[in-house]
């Protein structure tokens, strides 16, 4: 159970901490939704298990960046291997099915104010952990 638990605040917590890189990034196509837009997109059918599967695929694309960083002390290789992350986890997310970028940026932002959401995103992992 514990295990469980750490698994899914690991897996909320890496969906939400790229959520200012991918927004970065989306900046330049859109203007951000606002997080009210974000808790009605997490409304729709699936769009809590599609915004965990591309939660998962983020933090497993995140690790593995993280993994390459360490032990280099070249402040330009770092920042290459991270300009590449962040073309990376953006890839993840638009490669993950039933959910855009934008709505992973936006149910992302929206469960850093809104607690019910991100209880039901974590609930949601919870038992998709239990079923595997």
């Known amino acids: 159970m514990e295990l469980k638990r750490y ?6 917590a890496a ?3 790229v959520t200012p890189i991918l927004a970065s990034q ?4 859109m203007q951000p939704p606002a997080q009210a837009e974000g808790s009605a997109i997490a409304m729709e059918d699936g769009k809590i298990d ?3 599967v591309a939660a998962l695929a983020v933090a497993e694309t995140r690790e593995t960046y993280i ?3 360490e032990g280099i ?3 330009e290789q770092q920042m290459a291997i ?3 992350a962040d073309a990376a986890i953006l890839q993840a997310v638009d490669d993950a099915p039933d959910i855009t970028v ?3 940026i936006a149910i992302g932002e929206a469960a850093t104010v809104d607690p019910e959401l991100a209880a039901r995103i974590d609930a949601r992992f919870t038992e998709t952990a239990g079923e595997e």
């Open 7 to 12: 698994l899914s605040t690991t897996i909320l």
């Open 15 to 17: 969906g939400l901490a």
């Open 26 to 29: 989306a900046a330049a196509q």
């Open 50 to 52: 599609a915004f965990i």
């Open 67 to 69: 993994a390459q960083l």
């Open 73 to 75: 002390t070249d402040e």
């Open 82 to 84: 991270v300009q590449e």
């Open 102 to 104: 934008e709505e992973y």
